[in-house]
Protein backbone atom coordinates (compact mmCIF):
# COMPACT_ATOMS: atom_id res chain seq x y z
CA UNK A 1 0.00 0.00 0.00
CA UNK A 2 1.17 3.50 -0.71
CA UNK A 3 0.43 6.74 0.83
CA UNK A 4 0.69 10.39 0.27
CA UNK A 5 0.99 12.74 3.41
CA UNK A 6 0.11 16.27 2.61
CA UNK A 7 1.33 19.29 4.71
CA UNK A 8 1.56 23.12 4.07
CA UNK A 9 -1.72 23.93 3.80
CA UNK A 10 -3.43 27.25 5.50
CA UNK A 11 -4.38 30.73 5.24
CA UNK A 12 -2.61 33.04 3.81
CA UNK A 13 -3.62 36.92 2.57
CA UNK A 14 -3.52 38.10 -0.96
CA UNK A 15 -0.16 38.26 -2.07
CA UNK A 16 1.15 36.00 -0.02
CA UNK A 17 3.19 32.39 -0.33
CA UNK A 18 2.44 28.81 0.99
CA UNK A 19 4.76 25.67 0.32
CA UNK A 20 2.55 22.53 -0.21
CA UNK A 21 4.58 19.29 0.61
CA UNK A 22 3.27 15.76 -0.59
CA UNK A 23 5.59 12.94 1.21
CA UNK A 24 4.72 8.85 -0.86
CA UNK A 25 5.33 5.95 1.42
CA UNK A 26 4.81 2.30 1.58
CA UNK A 27 5.82 -0.34 -0.84
CA UNK A 28 7.26 1.68 -3.43
CA UNK A 29 10.05 1.18 -6.02
CA UNK A 30 9.92 4.66 -8.10
CA UNK A 31 7.39 7.47 -8.47
CA UNK A 32 6.84 8.51 -11.87
CA UNK A 33 5.22 11.65 -11.83
CA UNK A 34 3.58 13.70 -8.97
CA UNK A 35 1.56 16.60 -9.54
CA UNK A 36 -1.20 19.07 -7.49
CA UNK A 37 -4.70 19.33 -8.56
CA UNK A 38 -7.51 21.46 -7.15
CA UNK A 39 -10.93 21.63 -6.36
CA UNK A 40 -12.58 24.59 -5.38
CA UNK A 41 -16.45 24.94 -3.56
CA UNK A 42 -18.78 24.45 -6.76
CA UNK A 43 -16.46 22.99 -9.12
CA UNK A 44 -14.72 20.61 -10.61
CA UNK A 45 -10.81 19.49 -9.67
CA UNK A 46 -8.39 20.76 -11.89
CA UNK A 47 -4.57 20.21 -12.81
CA UNK A 48 -2.46 23.10 -11.41
CA UNK A 49 1.27 21.42 -11.79
CA UNK A 50 2.77 18.30 -12.44
CA UNK A 51 6.49 17.46 -12.63
CA UNK A 52 7.27 14.14 -14.74
CA UNK A 53 10.06 11.83 -13.39
CA UNK A 54 12.53 13.18 -15.56
CA UNK A 55 12.32 16.67 -14.08
CA UNK A 56 9.77 17.76 -17.33
CA UNK A 57 6.92 20.11 -15.86
CA UNK A 58 3.51 21.43 -17.10
CA UNK A 59 1.63 24.63 -15.58
CA UNK A 60 -2.32 25.35 -15.31
CA UNK A 61 -2.50 28.79 -17.35
CA UNK A 62 -3.53 30.29 -14.31
CA UNK A 63 -0.85 29.51 -12.13
CA UNK A 64 1.88 29.65 -14.96
CA UNK A 65 5.17 32.97 -13.28
CA UNK A 66 3.66 32.03 -9.98
CA UNK A 67 3.57 28.38 -8.78
CA UNK A 68 6.58 26.14 -8.85
CA UNK A 69 6.39 22.98 -8.65
CA UNK A 70 9.36 20.51 -7.56
CA UNK A 71 10.35 17.23 -6.40
CA UNK A 72 12.94 15.15 -4.72
CA UNK A 73 13.35 11.97 -5.74
CA UNK A 74 15.45 10.25 -2.94
CA UNK A 75 12.66 11.00 0.02
CA UNK A 76 9.90 10.38 -2.82
CA UNK A 77 8.68 13.80 -2.31
CA UNK A 78 6.80 16.39 -4.20
CA UNK A 79 6.30 20.61 -3.48
CA UNK A 80 4.48 23.23 -4.84
CA UNK A 81 5.73 26.62 -4.10
CA UNK A 82 2.66 29.12 -4.18
CA UNK A 83 3.38 32.92 -4.99
CA UNK A 84 1.57 35.88 -5.40
CA UNK A 85 -1.38 34.27 -3.99
CA UNK A 86 -4.67 35.44 -4.92
CA UNK A 87 -8.52 34.99 -3.83
CA UNK A 88 -9.06 32.66 -6.36
CA UNK A 89 -6.64 30.03 -5.84
CA UNK A 90 -8.57 29.22 -2.54
CA UNK A 91 -9.14 25.41 -3.37
CA UNK A 92 -9.02 21.87 -1.68
CA UNK A 93 -5.05 21.32 -3.06
CA UNK A 94 -4.53 17.55 -3.47
CA UNK A 95 -1.44 15.65 -4.11
CA UNK A 96 -1.22 12.99 -7.24
CA UNK A 97 1.04 10.57 -7.90
CA UNK A 98 1.57 7.53 -10.50
CA UNK A 99 3.92 5.23 -8.47
CA UNK A 100 5.82 2.07 -9.88
CA UNK A 101 4.98 -0.82 -7.06
CA UNK A 102 7.84 -3.54 -6.87
CA UNK A 103 5.55 -5.78 -9.06
CA UNK A 104 6.23 -3.47 -11.93
CA UNK A 105 2.96 -2.02 -11.98
CA UNK A 106 1.70 1.87 -12.30
CA UNK A 107 -0.97 2.71 -9.84
CA UNK A 108 -2.34 5.97 -9.24
CA UNK A 109 -2.42 7.54 -5.69
CA UNK A 110 -4.31 10.72 -3.81
CA UNK A 111 -3.63 12.67 -0.77
CA UNK A 112 -6.06 13.31 1.27
CA UNK A 113 -6.30 17.15 0.39
CA UNK A 114 -5.41 20.36 2.32
CA UNK A 115 -7.19 23.28 2.12
CA UNK A 116 -5.75 26.55 0.89
CA UNK A 117 -7.50 30.05 1.84
CA UNK A 118 -6.35 33.30 0.31
CA UNK A 119 -8.09 36.12 2.07
CA UNK A 120 -7.82 39.69 3.70
Known amino acids: QVTLAESGGGLVQPGGSLRLSCAAAGSIFNVDSMGWYRQAPGKQRELVARVTSDGGTDYAVPVKGRFTIARDNAKNTGYLQMNTLKPEDTAVYYC??????????????WGQGTQVTVSS
Open 96 to 109: NAVVRLPMGILREF
